[in-house]
């Protein structure tokens, strides 16, 4: 889980988060959620192997705006040879609004861009809630 408060830079002309952002902020929560596991991109570069985002499937519920303190979760909710997916919420405790519902799906990568299945010395670190 994370945390982000909206700047400025985060907003389009009327103030309102520019929706492109939150992919941004759901990556970063992702990242942390990984790195907090002992899971992160420089153990996967050392082993030869990389993850990047199969698939995206975000729904926008409410908008965020200047000023707001933003909470970012990401969740395991499947594992697949090679593909770990993710649910994932951005809301806003004070207004208690869900902002970004998403499933994000990552797979894992050889040098050669090739799936690859998540070795299971690290799937093992994963839990699937």
Known sequence: MSTRKIFYHDTDAGGIVYYANYLK???????????????????????????AVRHCYVDYKSPARYGDNLTIDARVIKLTGAQIVFA???WDHASNRTIVEAEVGLVCLNKDFK???????????????
């Open 25 to 51: 902020y759901l990556e970063e929560a992702r990242t942390e959620f990984l790195e907090n596991l002992g899971l992160g991109v420089r153990l996967f570069s050392d082993r030869g192997l990389t993850y």
């Open 88 to 90: 994932q919420r951005i």
């Open 115 to 129: 799936p690859h299945p998540l070795p299971e010395d690290l799937r093992t670190k994963l839990v699937v809630i």
